[in-house]
């Protein structure tokens, strides 16, 4: 796992944008896993940019969002499909159709979420996976104790979550009490996860992420087990890692130049 400590969120946002323009450049037809709330504001926001400015496009790109509420409708002011394409789609050239959200409506849950994961798998996987976390450890809808390998399925959110989420709705009663989410094993599944935090209501969430025991009742730590996952904190957030040091110390001998390394060991 690396860990990236950041000054601010808007440096961490623009870092973890940088490793998508990168993505889109070299693969246009890759598969993004994208992520709501307010945490990716300011990556998406840089991806508009990179694309009226710098062309970065957007036509072949396939999207995947982690979760939706259940039941909302897509026109809900707080549906995560209108959440993407105010933040996003609407200001890119990705081809709507290649833009997917789990049914918020879907009649036959069980089917919509099956069917959610064949359409990842239909379009080879997901290349790089956006994450946020929330204050319990969850990532997606993956609330304490959901299975650590698990694929797309209906949650029940928390208490936590719910008060957590209700300055977005009219108060805690009008948040729906479940979502469609990507089970762990799907995130899992991904090529590259990249996680966003920021803020000191999230320090304990990621010092168990990263420093803690793999457990389901911090689902977020079960990307330990992923082979490229890239944690990109800012200062407060980064608040209670106990070996900050020594990641940092990574980062900077990651920045040396490349000349006369072999398999990373000095020659």
């Not at 870092?15 to 994208?34: D, M, N, S, T, Y």
């Not at 300011?42 to 039941?71: K, M, S, W």
């Amino acid at each position: 796992m690396e860990v990236i400590v950041q000054p601010d969120a808007q440096a961490m946002c623009l870092l973890a944008a940088q490793f998508i323009v990168e993505l889109v450049r070299r693969k246009p037809h890759c598969v993004l896993g994208l992520a709501t709330g307010s945490t990716p504001i300011p990556l998406y926001n840089e991806l508009i940019r990179q694309h009226c400015e710098a062309g970065l496009d957007f036509y072949g790109v396939t999207t995947f969002n982690l979760d939706e509420y259940y039941p909302i409708a897509p026109t809900h002011p707080q549906s995560y499909r209108r959440f993407m394409n105010e933040r996003l789609f609407d200001h890119v050239n990705i081809r709507r159709e290649r833009t997917h959200v789990p049914d918020g409506l879907a009649s036959e849950v069980a089917a919509e979420c099956a069917n959610y994961e064949a359409r990842i798998k239909e379009a080879g996987g997901l290349d790089l996976q956006v994450l946020g976390v929330g204050t319990n450890g969850h990532i997606g809808f993956n609330e304490p104790g959901a299975s650590l390998c698990g694929p797309t399925h209906l949650a029940v959110l928390t208490e936590r979550t719910i008060h957590n989420n209700a300055r977005f709705f009219d108060g805690a009663e009008a948040v729906p009490k479940l979502a469609l989410t990507m089970g762990i094993g799907t995130i899992l599944a991904s090529r590259h996860c990249v996680l966003l935090a920021n803020g000191k209501h999230k320090r304990d969430a990621i010092a168990l992420l990263v420093e803690g025991p793999l457990t389901a009742q911090c689902p977020a730590s079960a990307l330990q087990l992923h082979p490229r996952a890239t944690v990109i904190v800012e200062e407060d957030a980064a608040g209670k890692l106990t070996r900050r040091e020594y990641y940092d110390h990574v980062q900077q001998m990651l920045a040396r130049p490349k000349e006369g390394w072999r398999n990373g060991v000095k020659r």
